[in-house]
């Protein structure tokens, strides 16, 4: 499987100059929504990144909203079930709809794309209460330049190293590069 040619040919990788929902920009933007809406290549990739655990989990956890389909594939893969975070009204993430863990269960958390980790982050705390077993991170991409978050390992189907930059020292900027906020696709 070469998944650059994959990424790229569904628009998956974008270069130019993004805004980050960190706050920094950056050279590169990974939006994975475009390469999971097509479902072959969803649970392709939910079956590579399931893998890359050798314990299998009680449960899946991801983050809404990015993480869902490649959490529900790699549960699918591993035929546990999955759940996911969410924010209430306060933005704090938590498990909503009625969804809960038994104490002491495994857990393997599943994200689209690991920056800086506040997602998974967010998820290990919402699910402290519950006293999981973490088996593990795992993602499609990661681009944090890290190899374990909180402890934790992160598994990844592929590490991209793409340029970020505080908003008042960004060279993309003082290029007059024009700022676009992924997502919306809303250029600034």
Do not use: W
Not at 87 to 108: A, P, S, T, V, W
Not at 114 to 136: C, R
């Amino acid at each position: 499987m070469n998944l650059i040619k994959i990424l790229e040919d569904t628009n998956a990788i974008l270069k130019g100059h993004f805004l980050l929902s960190s706050g920094l920009h950056s050279d590169k933007y990974i939006q994975c929504a475009q390469v999971l809406k097509y479902p072959k290549y969803a649970q392709i990739l939910g079956n590579e990144l399931s893998k890359k655990f050798n314990e299998i989990p009680d449960y899946i956890i991801s983050p809404a909203l990015g993480g869902i389909i490649i959490g529900h594939e790699v549960a699918k893969a591993f035929d546990v079930p999955f759940l996911f975070t969410e924010r209430n009204k306060d933005g704090k993430m938590e498990l909503r709809r009625n969804f809960y863990i038994e104490e002491n269960k495994k857990i393997i958390i599943i994200e689209d794309v690991i920056t800086t980790g506040k997602s998974t982050l967010e998820v290990l705390n919402a699910i402290q209460k519950y006293n999981p077993k973490i088996i593990g991170i795992g993602c499609i991409i990661n681009r944090s330049k890290k190899n374990i978050l909180n402890n934790y390992l992160i598994n990844s189907l592929l590490e991209i190293e793409a340029k970020t930059f505080e908003p008042d020292s960004c060279p993309l900027c003082k290029l007059n590069i024009q700022l676009i906020k992924p997502g919306s696709r809303k250029v600034l």
